[in-house]
């Protein structure tokens, strides 16, 4: 009897505890901007997003799909439609019903122009419009078939959205304070400190992959802003957060051998990290240069010396871990500064006396704008590798709101992007001539490519159904964007993340970069 008594103490003090459990995340970037999946492209913000808001579809860290806030999906023959019967026991955070209506708001308002989507407008494809079956039943059309359509519905950014918050709250108070249907809501946003999720106690819905079901165990995420690496690292240990992303390799592998810590590396799919170079302006509309400043640089020796050799170094558009990766990447444009300089003497640009090269009275200069957290140090290593054959390269700190506004004037030369997804056809977002971006549209083809070849591949592989067929699309097209060196690729991109051992349960979202808290313990 006394055992019993005190195994029932036990168990009460461990569900008090568990009911109480606060799990505080140390985020990089101090300067998130919206938290409304229809509009960010930002990993940053996704990491809340993924906690507040739920998906059509589930997805886990190995990119399976499960069934979601949708129970089952078919799929048109033609490709040109996609019939889903939802789910009827879900809830938003406000206390409305999520039904079909819910899912047409959302689809038609990611398209609406006066909503801005950033990432969701492109990855929603060639969407026609949602047909309302029944309450509980939504077809979605597309103006050609699109292969991607399941991958996108678990995609964060297409999240579905309360449409009531929307409407009451209006787009830029929504941003502020979303209501989602995720196992956790919002609670408050303190600028530049931090933001605080609560426990969204009517949660039953998980998605299809996670083995706990109900309510989190986990009461409270606090989502603390600390742009510095070591400072983050030092929360760590000293208890005041939880968790840290982008741990620094050398602090990983470190905390890595210390029994309190625990600690994972998430190999990114999608975009690795690396430049865009802008071919409507300045050298890099000449190809030659374009191809000399991809030659100057010896991308496992930056790697190796950068992040001592755990982050390989990248030479596509695709990282390694990604669908339809084409390894001939690796053969173009590799490292060869003797190359380099003859590309460079034959577009007239001759090495001047203090070493940088000369055309018609201009340096060979390049600016390089690094708005945060997009690795400065990676800048500067360039910078040094590139004088050795004649490259003036500038490194420019700025914040986002400067560099987004150069952008959208054209007044840049190169500017570094990476892009986590567990799809190909991501690409469009960079390479198709329709997302060039202008002065009153912000869009990612920043390197400014008008292809009408590229253009056909990329909606090409968007409708190729067959995996094989799909991906000998994919390779042509990453074949042609690193023979047009539009793209620099620098590193493949992964999330480094340490906690503290005394908590289990967390896990990598799709593509392997967000940290899921759900089911924590």
């Known amino acids: 009897m006394r055992l019993h008594h005190w195994l029932l103490a036990a168990s009460l003090i461990a569900g008090q505890a568990s009911a109480q459990l606060t799990i505080t995340w140390g985020e990089d970037d101090a300067n998130p901007r919206t938290f409304d999946p229809r509009v960010t492209q930002s990993r940053h913000e996704s990491q809340l997003i993924v906690q507040v808001f739920d998906t059509l579809i589930g997805s886990d860290e190995n990119n399976k799909l499960y069934p979601g806030l949708a129970k089952s999906w078919t799929v048109a023959p033609d490709g040109m439609s996609v019939t889903l019967q939802l789910r009827d026991d879900v809830t938003f955070h406000d206390g409305t019903k999520f039904n079909a209506q819910a899912v047409k708001f959302t689809f038609d308002t990611i398209v609406d122009p006066q909503v801005a989507s950033r990432a969701a407008v492109d990855i929603i494809g060639p969407y026609a419009g949602c047909d309302v079956l029944s309450e509980y039943e939504v077809r979605v059309r597309y103006s050609r078939p699109f292969a991607p359509a399941l991958a996108s519905y678990s995609q964060n950014e297409l999240s579905i959205v309360s449409p009531s918050a929307v409407q009451r709250m209006g787009n830029a108070d929504f941003a502020m304070a979303p209501v989602g249907a995720g196992p956790f809501r919002f609670a408050s946003w303190d600028r530049g400190q931090r933001v605080v999720l609560e426990r969204f106690d009517a949660y039953n819905w998980a998605p299809g992959f996670t083995a706990h079901k109900g309510p989190s165990r986990v009461q409270r995420v606090v989502h603390r802003f600390i742009p510095d690496a070591a400072t983050r690292v030092a929360a760590l240990e000293r208890g005041e957060i939880d968790i840290a992303d982008l741990v620094p390799v050398l602090d990983l592998r470190r905390l890595g051998s210390d029994r ?262």
């Open 260 to 521: 309190r810590y625990k600690t994972a590396i998430g190999n990114a799919t999608g975009l690795p990290f690396g430049l865009l170079l802008n071919t409507n302006r300045g050298p890099f509309a000449d190809l030659r240069v374009r191809q000399a400043f991809a030659m100057g640089i010896d991308r496992k020796l930056l790697s190796d010396d950068l992040f001592f050799g755990l982050i390989a170094p990248a030479f596509g558009t695709l990282s390694t871990t990604t669908l339809g990766y084409w390894p001939g990447v690796e053969k173009i444009n590799q490292y060869d500064p003797k190359r380099a300089a003859e590309l460079l003497d034959e577009a007239g640009w001759k090495m001047g006396p203090n070493g940088i090269r000369v055309k018609d009275g201009q340096t060979l200069s390049i600016d390089y704008q690094v708005p945060p957290p997009m690795e400065p140090e990676v800048a500067v290593a360039i910078q040094a590798e590139l004088k050795r054959i004649g490259f003036d390269v500038r490194v420019e700190n700025m914040t986002f709101a400067r560099a987004n506004q150069m952008i959208q004037d054209n007044t840049y030369d190169a500017q570094p992007l990476r892009w986590i997804s567990a799809d190909p056809s991501l690409m469009e977002i960079m390479f198709h001539s329709r997302n060039m971006p202008r002065s009153d549209l912000f869009k990612f083809n920043w390197a400014r490519v008008s292809d009408p070849a590229l253009d056909a591949l990329l909606e090409k592989g968007t409708t190729v159904v067959d995996p094989d067929a799909r991906n000998a699309v994919y390779a042509e097209i990453q074949k042609r964007v690193m023979e047009g060196a539009y793209w620099f690729p620098i590193n493949n991109q992964v999330q480094t993340v340490a906690w503290r051992a005394e908590h289990s349960g967390y896990r990598f979202a799709r593509a392997q970069w967000i940290m899921r808290f759900y089911e924590v313990e």
